[in-house]
């Protein structure tokens, strides 16, 4: 049964994370995502999951990895900083196939930054910071129910592609107190187990192999080197590598139609803007009460994998505004995607763009 | 029991000629396929274990095995001893 | 004995040089799991990056190949999100005392239930034998040309002041002792540490007149000095020799744990 609560955005994906069959927290205190860890510290052992504070984030991702691989929903949370401490075991997780949550908190970098600071800089650190090619998969939520949502979805994704789902929400998102619904049951997505007689790192036409979860008479070999079907180092053979790295990215990006979450607003407008997170709320309002030709709004829950087919949804667009808390780190992507022009709109300091403030852009844009 | 050294694994380290008390193994002084200087066994059926397997039932001794490091010592079974019965005409 | 149970054979002959002591260190865990019945399908062995950690691959159970300083904290959640399994780590001095160092001392603070070898071979052995923080002073590596000048590190006492349950020092001489070091630390509760000392003769005989491949575990023979006597004479004011390898359990203890089922 549905339940109406009012909370906090980090408490809410706490929640979610429960719902969607979370037994594994390891996680570092950092600024503004405690409160995930500090909600997650109460609730797990009550429903028979374990919490660890760990000694830094490096290890926390790592506790995390080994969590999953016992067959174990696991998670962490962390923000800027904690989240480039990960980014080597990230790399890992994508090498070895390794389902698992991160939920990301942005705040304002480089370094240190503002840590108490909303912004959106690590979207293209959650695509492209680890070394070598990967692909990932981010959400952006843009409301306490999305909190909840997204992080249950971001479980149902990493179990379905095994691999590492970030949810990308901002200091505004995690700190906000909203109304939430909570539904009695969410949609939980089951690990597949690696089928007998398969090898543990042979994938079918889904590109997505079993898992071979330890302690169940699997005895597989998992090692972050290139590796061929059977798990086995074939760090020189250039076919195995190119193979296996064409594979992980492949069953990511492939399915990008399949992950795309968006939400279009006006489609037969001229101008549209772009948007994702917390800027979003700001674009929804301009929308809603903007006097004049409507604006065409498209905004992401998923950003990675890139849906760019949704670019497509607006016939009549003759230009893109993408309000960012950055300095245009998706407005980039889209600008790979399509001819038209594209109009960033950084906003830096942590504070959202104001309805006035995206207005004038709109008007100046059209002017041109 | 018979002692015998595994070719495809041995590296020439020779430990084993270090830690074995009866000194069956000498270092070796004809290269293998690989090049390598396997180990040569001087009567190997000195070896503890080679005698007394069967009637303890258990590894005897096996420090050569557990010292090599390339994991190429073993004992493999030998025909069991069959008594022939010989008959001497005078 | 049958520890030839729980290889990969058809992995094998592994990477290790000729006379790498990494291999003996193997024998002796693998006996000691064995000796102890353990479950190879209820067993995972965590490694990190360096020669030592290639040990889990040649390990026939569920095993874990991770990155550089991490195993500790893979393996902690992996014994914490499943505490019935069996989980061990191999290490070395590279990728436990240096990059892994906070990660060692946090496992031993928590005792964590977790068996941890580290094959110590003074030495970064896989990049080409440069100094590791067990590098003792004045040996060459291909970083100190003019000698080590940094102070080592005693793994062993490091592990007892941080908080582990079981310590010992073997040296990959002491087959028979170090395989029974790593049975009581596997019956242990709580974090085990088993350092052993381990040759190199590839990247740190080769660099410090230990040229062949015995000269190492002859040093191993002849300098080790028990735990019982090394205390007796330190006890009486009596001089040690400065190059004695003190081998034997240094702490026994049943502090609290994590890790293990209810």
């Known amino acids: 049964m549905t339940r109406l609560d009012f909370m906090q955005g980090n408490v809410a994906s706490a929640e979610g994370a429960i719902a969607a069959g979370c037994r594994f927290f390891g996680g570092y205190p950092i600024t503004p995502s405690t409160e995930i860890a500090e909600r997650m510290a109460a609730r797990l052992p009550r429903v028979g999951g374990t919490f660890i504070q760990m000694e830094d984030e490096i290890a926390s991702i790592a506790a995390v990895i080994g969590a999953s691989w016992t067959g174990m929903k696991a998670m962490t949370a962390t923000s800027g900083p904690g989240f480039s401490l990960m980014l080597e075991n990230l790399g890992f997780a994508v090498m070895t196939e390794t389902p698992l949550v991160v939920v990301d908190i942005q705040r304002g970098g480089p370094s240190t930054g503002q840590p108490t600071m909303s912004s959106q800089g690590d979207m293209l650190q959650c695509r492209y910071g680890s070394h070598g090619d990967i692909a990932t998969i981010a959400l952006a939520p843009a409301s306490v129910q999305e909190m909840y949502d997204l992080t249950v979805k971001a479980f149902n994704l990493a179990e379905r592609f095994r691999c590492p789902a970030f949810v990308m929400a901002d200091e505004i998102v995690g700190h906000m107190r909203e109304r939430i619904e909570i539904p009695g049951s969410v949609e939980v997505a089951k690990r597949r187990p690696l089928e007998p007689g398969r090898l543990p790192f042979a994938a079918g036409p889904d590109l997505v192999p079993g898992f071979p979860s330890f302690g169940r008479g699997y005895r597989v070999h998992v090692t972050g080197l290139t590796h061929d079907e059977r798990g086995y180092p074939a760090t020189n053979d250039e076919a195995v590598h190119a193979a296996l790295v064409e594979r992980l990215v492949t069953k990511v990006e492939s399915s990008r139609r399949e992950i795309a979450d968006y939400e279009v607003m006006n489609p037969d407008a001229d101008v549209v803007i772009v948007c994702y997170g917390a800027p979003a709320r700001t674009v929804l309002q301009l929308a809603a009460e903007q006097a004049g030709p409507p604006v065409g709004v498209l905004r992401f829950r998923v950003v990675w994998p890139f849906p760019e087919h949704a670019l497509g949804e607006f016939p009549n667009a003759e230009a893109f505004i993408v309000p960012e808390q950055n300095m245009g780190q998706l407005a980039r992507e889209i600008e790979r995607h399509t001819s038209l022009p594209v109009v960033p709109v950084p906003k830096l300091g942590g504070d959202l763009h104001t309805p006035g403030e995206l207005a004038r852009v709109v008007e100046e844009v059209r002017r041109r | 029991m018979k002692l015998v050294i595994d070719e495809e694994r041995c590296k020439g380290c020779n430990l084993c000629t270090m830690v074995c008390p009866y000194r069956i193994f000498r270092p070796g002084t004809r290269a293998n396929r690989k090049g390598i200087l396997v180990p040569e066994l001087d009567r190997p059926e000195r070896c503890t274990n080679c005698r007394l397997n069967r009637l303890y039932g258990r590894t005897l001794c096996g420090i050569c095995q557990l010292t090599c490091p390339d994991q190429a010592i073993s004992w493999v079974d030998e025909k069991p001893y069959e008594p022939v019965r010989m008959e001497v005409e005078y | ?262």
């Open chain 3, 1 to 262: 004995m049958t520890f030839e149970t729980w290889l990969r054979a058809d992995r094998l002959p592994h990477i290790w040089c000729s006379g790498c002591s990494n291999g003996t260190i193997l024998n002796c865990t693998l006996t000691a799991v064995d000796d102890l019945g353990l479950d190879p399908d209820r067993t995972v062995f965590v490694g990190g990056i360096g020669c030592s950690s290639r040990s889990v691959g040649y390990v026939a159970t569920d095993s874990l190949h991770t990155t550089h300083g991490r195993a500790l904290a893979f393996a902690t959640g992996v014994k914490l999100a499943d505490p019935t399994l069996n989980v061990l780590v191999f290490t070395g001095d590279g990728d436990l005392a240096a990059i892994g160092g906070n990660h060692f001392i946090h496992s031993c603070r928590r005792n964590i239930d977790l068996t941890v070898v580290c094959m110590n071979n003074l030495i970064y052995g896989m990049t080409g034998g440069q100094g590791s923080p067990t590098t003792p002073p004045g040996a060459l590596s291909t970083t100190t040309p003019y000698g080590a000048s940094e102070p080592a590190f005693d793994l062993a006492q490091l592990a007892v002041a941080a908080g582990a349950n079981y310590v010992a020092r073997w040296t990959s001489y002491h087959v028979r002792e170090l395989e029974r070091a790593i049975r009581a630390g596997i019956e242990t509760p709580g974090l085990s540490f088993i350092e052993v000392r381990a040759s190199c003769p590839t990247n740190y005989g080769r660099r410090n007149r230990l040229r062949d491949v015995t000269d190492q575990i002859e040093i191993f023979r002849t300098r080790s000095m028990l735990k019982a006597k090394y205390d007796r004479l330190v006890a009486a004011g009596s001089p040690v020799p400065p190059d004695a390898i003190v081998v034997g359990e240094f702490v026994r203890r049943a502090n609290p744990v994590m890790g293990v089922p209810p």
